[in-house]
């Protein structure tokens, strides 16, 4: 996989955990959703506040960290761990460049508050081995997962 050399821009999301819905919110402020379960009776998406023109890169980091929040309770849930309630995911996507060829490289940040860490762990690397959007980027974009204390 080739490395980035120079990074042209991040598109940043934080994904909240919600038992009712969660809500998807990048750091400029251009995407502000709720989302619901698929196969749930409620909408898809409400668009709370969307500005036009987000970029490719906060689009697909916000689809990318609804989907792995999503795979983290389905993991917890086969583990039968309780998820705190502000459990959050925040994804950055990095456009950048090598030589004359531009690349993708991708973080994952999961925060647990009152979780042990090797717990919030052995989730998010799960999570990450079940995530429709961590299998399709997997051996095609360096992806980093990391746990961060709250």
């Known amino acids: 996989m080739t490395k980035i050399e120079k990074v042209l821009f991040t598109g940043k999301t934080n994904t909240q955990f919600s038992r009712r819905e969660g809500a998807a919110r990048n750091d400029h402020g251009r995407v502000d959703l709720k989302l619901s379960v698929p196969g749930s009776s409620a909408p898809a998406q409400v668009f709370d506040a969307v500005v036009a023109h987000p970029t490719a890169e906060q689009l697909f980091a916000g689809a990318w960290s609804a989907c792995y929040i999503s795979a983290i309770g389905l993991v917890a849930q086969s583990r039968k761990v309780a998820l705190p309630d502000d459990l959050a995911v925040d994804i950055e996507v990095d456009l950048g460049m090598t030589g004359n060829a531009y690349f993708l490289q991708a973080r994952i940040n999961v925060r647990a508050p009152g979780l042990p860490r ?26 980093a997962v990391n746990v961060i204390e709250a």
């Open 118 to 143: 090797e717990v919030t762990e052995a989730l998010a690397h799960e999570a990450h081995e079940i995530c429709p959007y961590s299998k399709a980027t997997r051996g095609n974009i360096d992806v």
